[in-house]
């Protein structure tokens, strides 16, 4: 079965030059021509597999529209805009975006991230990840404690995964930052405190598991 692809731009011509590339190598291609549709799309549609999303746009742009999926998942999301400053490309990969492409673009090179992208969460989304009763499994992105399923947060999720990747590991707060918010994240190293005590309290007894190393970070460990 095809990948689904929303591409997701305010010219018509954009998205017809994107979807014609993408069509030739079997994708299926859904479109919107701003973010509050993009998001109505996508929320309406749960077989999307990435999104290609420009920056400026009218009604709703770029930025708040990946802010506003990623409430909801994980999906990757390639920003394709004319804004390539530093602080533009650090915003989105702030907000979590999986590459960020400038325009003029080569559609060639772009259908080549694309395939690169769903290649990588293809890959990663084929395991499942069990400790201590604990069962993460990436397919579905769920997460049973003792065959319950637990309700968490997307940043909840992608620091418990990061976790049972390390166990045994201290994780300094630093390390934690770079690896679940990113590296260009620049709140304050507490937000991790907060995750971690949310997470301890989803858990359950399992929370135990997460050990604070005092003055440094934690460590995911059994027993």
Do not use: C
Request: aromatic content about 8%; cysteine-free.
């Amino acid at each position: 079965m095809s990948a689904k692809i929303l591409v997701v731009d305010d010219e018509e011509r954009v998205r017809k030059l994107v979807k014609d590339y993408l069509s030739l190598k079997g994708y299926t291609v859904v479109e919107a021509s701003n973010g509050q549709e993009a998001v109505e799309k996508f929320l309406g549609d749960k077989d999307i597999d990435l999104i290609i999303l420009d920056v400026m746009m009218p009604v709703m742009d770029g930025y708040e529209t990946l802010k506003t999926i990623r409430q909801y998942s994980r999906v990757p999301v390639i920003m394709l805009t004319a804004r390539t400053d530093e602080e533009d490309e650090l915003r989105g990969f702030g907000l979590e975006a999986d590459e960020y492409i400038g325009k003029p673009f080569s559609p060639k090179i772009l259908v080549a991230r694309v395939e690169a992208i769903l290649r990588r969460y293809n890959d990663a989304a084929d395991e499942t990840i069990e400790a201590g009763g604990i069962v993460m499994d990436k397919s579905a992105h769920t997460v049973t404690v003792d065959g319950h399923p637990v309700e968490l947060s997307v940043k909840e999720y992608d620091l418990l995964q990061y976790f049972l990747e390390n166990q045994g590991k201290a994780l300094s707060r630093e390390s934690i930052l770079t690896s679940v918010w990113n590296y260009d994240f620049f709140g304050d190293a507490r937000t991790i405190d907060t995750h971690v005590k949310k997470l301890r309290a989803k858990l359950g007894d399992k929370g135990d598991y997460i050990k604070t190393i005092w003055g440094m970070g934690y460590k995911f460990e059994i027993g």
